[in-house]
Nanobody, 125 residues
């Protein structure tokens, strides 16, 4: 079993920055981890993902060049640095984790079996 929890959400003006953090506990060997978001009325979409070793990262096209995913110093922690935030980035952001095995599709929701409760990001002037 893996327990996932996010932190760092908040409210920011357009053009501002926020940093989200995620920590996974329990069975944490070689977790693939990702950030998803869901705005009201929208499907949950993959924003950024990173493989277990932290060597490869993947991004939603609309956040490339603005968001950076990285592994934290502690094992199985994940951060998402969000810069140049836009109103359309506002959503509930979720951290997700997947244990090894099978083919990994980094930004597909159904590829992850552990989810945090989410943290709200608001972008408005």
């Amino acid at each position: 079993q893996v327990h996932v929890v996010e932190s760092g959400g908040g409210s920011v003006q357009p053009g501002g920055s926020l940093k989200l953090s995620c920590a996974a506990s329990g069975y944490t060997d070689n977790l693939f981890m990702a950030w998803f978001r869901q705005a009201p009325g929208n499907e949950r979409e993959g924003v950024a993902a990173m493989d277990a070793g932290g060597y490869n990262s993947y991004y939603l096209d609309s956040v490339k060049g603005r968001f950076t995913i990285s592994r934290g110093d502690a094992k199985n922690t994940l951060t998402l640095q969000m810069n140049s935030l836009k109103p359309e980035d506002a959503a509930m952001y979720y951290c997700a984790a997947r244990t090894p095995g099978g083919t990994w599709y980094p930004l597909r929701r159904d590829n992850y079996n552990y989810w945090g409760p989410g943290t709200q990001v608001t972008v408005s002037s």
